[in-house]
């Protein structure tokens, strides 16, 4: 079985940083891409942050210069250091990973973390 669990979420002051951590766990397990998404009130899903499993990433423009997403493939985590941080940045955020076991593919997402970012 495979779950991902995030961390991390908390009511911060506009300007101020926070930290999430999304970890993997299951047996024999081939990450390939971790995302961060989120979704605000009335608001569809979007992408925050992408971390290939080459190495690359990529940023929502409206994150970009404030947010960094970083992995630990050994410890099958993914993390999102959001700093300058702005209300708007107000939402639950998911983290999504492509997964491979015992040959199979599959899309993961974690329960989600609150972010609440006041005025």
């Known amino acids: 079985q495979v779950q991902l669990v995030e961390s991390g979420g908390d009511l911060v002051q506009a300007g101020g940083s926070l930290r999430l951590s999304c970890t993997a766990s299951?047996?024999?397990?081939?990450?390939?891409?971790m995302c961060w998404y989120r979704q605000a009130p009335g608001k569809e899903r979007e992408l925050v942050a992408v971390y290939t499993s080459g190495g690359s990433t990529n940023y929502a423009d409206s994150v970009k210069g404030r947010f960094t997403i970083s992995r630990d493939y050994a410890k099958k985590t993914v993390d999102l250091q959001m700093n300058s941080l702005k209300p708007e940045d107000t939402a639950v955020y998911y983290c999504y990973a492509e997964i491979w076991r015992l040959g199979s593919r599959g899309d993961y997402w974690g329960p989600g973390t609150q972010v609440t970012v006041s005025s």
């Open positions: 299951g047996s024999r397990l081939n990450i390939n891409t």
